[in-house]
C-alpha cells in the first residue's frame, strides 16, 4: 500500500494567517491526491482534486500544490470556520488517507 | 444535487453481520464516470477504503480488510450495499458511503453520506 504522511499532526493559528499543510507520499504519485476537510461531526469534504483544482463551491482561500511525493495545502488569510481536520488522500493505486491534520484558532 | 443517504443499524454482536445500505437521491447511478464506495474511520485505523462497485455490478475491495466484505448494488432503488461478515470488536468504526468520481485527474469522494456510527459489541 502507498502511505501517505501527513505533517503537522495539530496546529493553532491565528484569523488572518496563512496555513500550510503538507503531505507526503511513500512513492511517486504523480498529482493523484486530494484534500479534505472535516468538521466534527461530519462527513469528510472535498476541497482540492488532482493536487491542485478547487472544488466548485470552495473558497478561494484554499489553494494546493505539488507532485510526485510532495504536496502541499495551503489556507490564505484564515477564518474562524475553517476550524477543522483536514485529511490528503491518494489514489494512484488503490485508496488511502493521511492521518489528518487538526486546525485550532 | 446527489445527496447519499444512509440506513442500517447501529449496533451488531461479534461474530454476525454488519449490513448498511446507501440510498442515491438526486440523480443516476448508471454513469461511467463514478464508482461508489464504503470507506469508514475509526481514531485507531483513521479513515480506510473498504471497496467499491460501479453500477454494472463490477466489485474492488481493498484485501487488507480482515473481515470478509461483500459490496451489492441495485439500481432500480438507486441503492448499494456494504455486508461484513464475522465482525470483531476492531470493525467498531463510523462507515460512511461515498461516490467516487473517476477523472484524468485521479479519483475523488464526493458526496458522503451522513455516516453511521457501527459499534461491534455483545
Known amino acids: 500500500d502507498i502511505q501517505v504522511t501527513q505533517s503537522p499532526s495539530s496546529l493553532s493559528a491565528s484569523v488572518g494567517d496563512r496555513v500550510t499543510i503538507t503531505c507526503r507520499a511513500s512513492q511517486y504519485i504523480n498529482n493523484y491526491i486530494n484534500w479534505y476537510q472535516q468538521k466534527p461531526g461530519k462527513a469528510p469534504k472535498v476541497l482540492i482534486y488532482g493536487a491542485s483544482n478547487l472544488q466548485n463551491g470552495v473558497p478561494s482561500r484554499f489553494s494546493g500544490s505539488g507532485s510526485g511525493t510532495d504536496f502541499t495545502l495551503t489556507i490564505n488569510s484564515l477564518q474562524p470556520e475553517d476550524v477543522a481536520t483536514y485529511f490528503c488522500q491518494q489514489s494512484f493505486s488503490t485508496y488511502t488517507f493521511g492521518q489528518g491534520t487538526k486546525l485550532e484558532i | 444535487q446527489v445527496q447519499l443517504i444512509q440506513s442500517g443499524p447501529g449496533l451488531v454482536k461479534p461474530s454476525e453481520t454488519l449490513s448498511l445500505t446507501c440510498t442515491v437521491s438526486?440523480?443516476?447511478?448508471?454513469?461511467?464516470?463514478?464508482?461508489w464506495d464504503w470507506i469508514r474511520q475509526s481514531p485507531e485505523k483513521g479513515l480506510e477504503w473498504i471497496g467499491a462497485i460501479n453500477f454494472s455490478g463490477t466489485t474492488y475491495y481493498n484485501p487488507s480488510l480482515k473481515s470478509p466484505v461483500t459490496i451489492s448494488v441495485d439500481t432500480s432503488k438507486n441503492q448499494f450495499s456494504l455486508h461484513l461478515s464475522s465482525v470483531t470488536a476492531t470493525d467498531t468504526a463510523v462507515y460512511y458511503c461515498?461516490?467516487?468520481?473517476?477523472?484524468?485527474?485521479?479519483?475523488?469522494?464526493?458526496?458522503w453520506g451522513q455516516g453511521t456510527l457501527v459499534t461491534v459489541s455483545s
Open positions: 461515498a461516490r467516487r468520481q473517476i477523472s484524468v485527474a485521479g479519483n475523488w469522494f464526493d458526496p
Open positions: 438526486g440523480g443516476s447511478m448508471t454513469s461511467n464516470n463514478y464508482h
